[in-house]
């Protein structure tokens, strides 16, 4: 079962992703397109990334 949802939205200069992992127990590992930024954080996102239960990550494209 997934435990995850992607939804992509864009400005027209950039691309906006936000893996959200909607378990209230489990941790989930989303692939992520490209390189980006976790505006929530500043760190650096490509490849995948692992959500704590309950995480959401906004990652704006390079």
Do not use: C, K, W
Not at 29 to 48: I, K, Q, Y
Request: aromatic residues 4%; proline residues 5%; negative net charge.
């Amino acid at each position: 079962m997934t435990n995850f949802m992607r939804s992509v939205r864009g400005d027209g200069r950039h691309d906006y992703t936000f893996p959200l992992n909607h378990s209230a127990e489990l941790s989930a590992t989303v692939p992520v397109a490209g390189e980006g930024t976790d505006l929530l954080t500043g760190r650096a996102v490509a490849g995948e990334i692992e959500l704590a239960p309950l995480v959401v990550v906004i990652q704006r494209a390079r």
